[in-house]
């Protein structure tokens, strides 16, 4: 049974910048695309940046510029730099592991950023 594990989420003032971390585990991490959702209250959850196999990047528009997608496919990690943050990037944060149907979500992580 696979696993996804995040990390790093927090409490920080617009402008600031926080690192997530997402462990994986029960899984072939090197075939999987990777990504990081958010949902705010009362809202859909949203793609925020995904990291193929390959390494290849995708950012939704709000955070391009902002945010950088990792992987380190030695440590079964996926990371989410986030710099320059605004209070409408609060949101819980969730890791997802996909490959064809196959798909696995993290528990989540709180970001909450202040005005």
């Known amino acids: 049974q696979a696993h996804l594990v995040e990390s790093g989420g927090g409490l920080v003032q617009s402008g600031g910048s926080l690192s997530l971390s997402c462990a994986a585990s029960?899984?072939?991490?090197?075939?999987?695309?990777m990504g990081w959702y958010r949902q705010a209250p009362g809202q859909q959850r949203q793609l925020v940046a995904v990291?193929?196999?390959?390494?290849?990047?995708s950012y939704q528009d709000a955070v391009k510029d902002r945010f950088t997608i990792s992987r380190d496919n030695a440590r079964n990690t996926v990371y989410l730099r986030m710099n320059s943050l605004k209070p409408e990037d609060t949101a819980v944060y969730y890791c997802?592991?996909?490959?064809?149907?196959?798909?696995?979500w993290g528990q989540g992580t709180q970001v909450t950023v202040s005005s």
């Open positions: 997802n592991a996909r490959w064809s149907d196959v798909n696995y």
């Open positions: 029960g899984l072939v991490f090197g075939i999987y695309t």
């Open positions: 990291v193929s196999s390959s390494g290849i990047t």
